[in-house]
């Protein structure tokens, strides 16, 4: 979720990850690895080092996702945590039923502010020369011959990106700014393809900006050793010189591939059941964090007990100086540091933890176009904290969060603007009026017609349904009303459909 200070103010009126530490380097002379502990040199199918990442009940999804991509790559962070160079190696997998002539990839930095470059592609070790699009974001990488449903290629290529020191491209989420590196989206990504051929736009500033498939990562990442680095996935192996450390990480299936650097971060780390829980902050917002880490608990909780089991051994919790209150990523959460410092009540910062934990279920396990469709991931998630305001805090406050909905709404005086339209075609403040405030009460109508039961095992059938896949309107739609046996067509033409 993207929240801006609008969101702030109208919310102030009543929002597996891996972790690592230490302690200083130029552009980092990397530590030696042992071939024997490079999981980069594994073979593609073998998918045993992701099975320490997820709990028990997930492990399953290892064997399922035959066609999901692998991603291998290699990120040196320099010591001025302004510039990174790495080496990516993907597999993507045609799991469509038609040939495809292309791979398209999205380069996101070129439109965040930041700059990447790529050098010395290759596809399956023959060179190639690929075409970029929408302002050098998208490259399109031809093929030799089409690649047929079922077949796979290895794309390989060397990339280095310049990362801004403004927060204000998208929010922030990808910067170097007062002393915390983000990196979001900042590898090539692999676009999806879908009945719409590949999907790439360039972003509306109101949105996110990720539409991806559940993939597969192993990542290694070279940095100052002084640096406390937090990413997706499950931590495998470090190697540290004088100077530098290595880190071998383990994420998937993920959307994404999330890092977060700082030398002022400290941790604060809970434990329950399979699931440990880490906040990052500097040590002057330590109490804020702790809170945080509390809210993540509890929200973990709720949600797994009403929609499915939270998949990852981890979560992870970083303060970031990011423009939005909260953004989420795979297994690890940004919180605005604004958010820990002590001049709020405690509803901003609980209604936006549990939020960007319930996005672990809408936008991660079960994945959405995020510019076209935002209210699958967004008001499904904003009514997700409704709920757990519910299970947490009872009919007091529950009532207390939705009022906030209805002052959201009211922003734009209750409007019926459709909650289905894609992010760019809403004006002014209607994305997060509608989207945010009117979308979630969609979900108490939908709850009223098909009664609470039936709606609850919507709900649950519709995260087994659509986990580590892509759920569009019409397949939600679809699914409430084989579970109510009952036409929801009017409800939906009320509120959703343009």
């Known amino acids: 979720m993207r929240w801006t200070c609008a969101s702030f103010l109208s919310l102030s009126l009543l929002a597996v990850s891996c972790s690592f530490s230490p302690p200083r380097a130029n552009p980092v002379s990397a530590p030696t690895e042992s071939p024997l502990l490079d999981p980069l040199k594994k073979p593609w199918d073998d998918r045993t080092i992701f099975k320490e990442g997820l709990i028990t009940s997930a492990q399953s999804t290892l064997e399922d996702l035959h066609g999901a991509s692998v991603y291998h790559i290699e990120l040196t962070i320099a010591d001025d945590l302004m510039h990174v160079t790495g080496t990516e190696e993907v597999r993507y997998t045609n799991t469509e039923n038609i040939p495809l002539e292309e791979i398209q990839l999205r380069l996101f930095p070129n439109i965040l502010g930041g700059e990447m470059t790529i050098s010395t592609l290759t596809v399956n070790g ?32 060397d990339f280095s990106v310049t990362v801004p020191q403004s927060i204000e491209m998208n ?14 989206h900042a590898y090539p990504m692999i676009a999806v393809y879908d009945d719409e051929g590949w999907n790439a736009e360039i972003p509306s500033p109101n949105g996110d900006v990720i539409y991806a498939d559940a993939s597969f990562y192993i990542v290694r990442v070279h940095a100052p050793k002084d640096l406390t680095v937090v990413t997706s996935g499950q931590r495998i192996h470090l190697d540290e010189t004088d100077q530098a450390q290595a880190w071998i990480v383990a994420s998937g299936p993920a959307r994404d591939f999330y890092l977060a650097a700082s030398r002022t971060y400290e941790v604060t780390s809970q434990t329950f059941g399979e699931v440990t829980l880490h906040s990052y902050a500097p040590k002057e917002l330590q109490s804020g964090s702790q809170t945080a880490l509390e809210i993540a608990s509890k929200a973990i909780e709720v949600f797994s007990a009403r929609y499915a089991p939270y998949p990852y051994t981890e979560l992870d919790i970083v303060a970031t100086p990011t ?15 604004r958010l820990y410092e002590g001049s709020l009540d ?38 997700a904290t409704l709920q757990y305001y519910a299970d947490e805090h009872g009919f007091t406050g529950e009532e207390m969060f939705r009022a906030t909905l209805r002052s959201r709404w009211a922003q734009i005086g209750m409007e019926e603007i459709p909650i289905g339209l894609p992010v760019a ?24 017609e098909m009664g609470s039961a039936a709606f609850d095992a919507f709900l649950q059938d519709y995260v087994q349904t659509f986990s580590w896949k892509i759920a569009t309107p019409e397949a939600l739609h679809s699914l409430a009303e084989q579970t109510c046996t009952c036409n929801l067509d009017t409800l939906f033409e009320e509120w959703v459909y343009p």
């Open 346 to 383: 405690n509803l901003l910062l609980e209604s936006t933890v549990a939020h960007e934990v319930g996005h672990q279920w809408f936008y991660n396990l079960i994945g959405n176009d995020q510019l076209d469709d935002p209210w699958l991931d967004e008001a499904l998630t904003q009514f």
């Open 323 to 337: 423009l939005a209150l909260g953004v989420e990523y795979p297994g690890i959460i940004a919180i605005t540091s």
């Open 126 to 157: 023959q060179s190639t020369s690929p075409t970029y699009q929408l302002n050098n974001s998208l490259m399109i990488v031809p093929l030799a011959t089409p690649l047929q449903p079922g077949e796979s290629v290895i794309l390989q290529m």
């Open 171 to 184: 929010y922030g989420v990808f910067a170097y700014y007062d002393d915390v590196l983000t990196l979001a």
């Open 425 to 448: 075609e809403y004006q002014n403040g209607e994305y997060g009026a509608i989207v945010y405030g009117r979308g979630p009460l969609f979900f108490e109508a939908l709850r009223q």
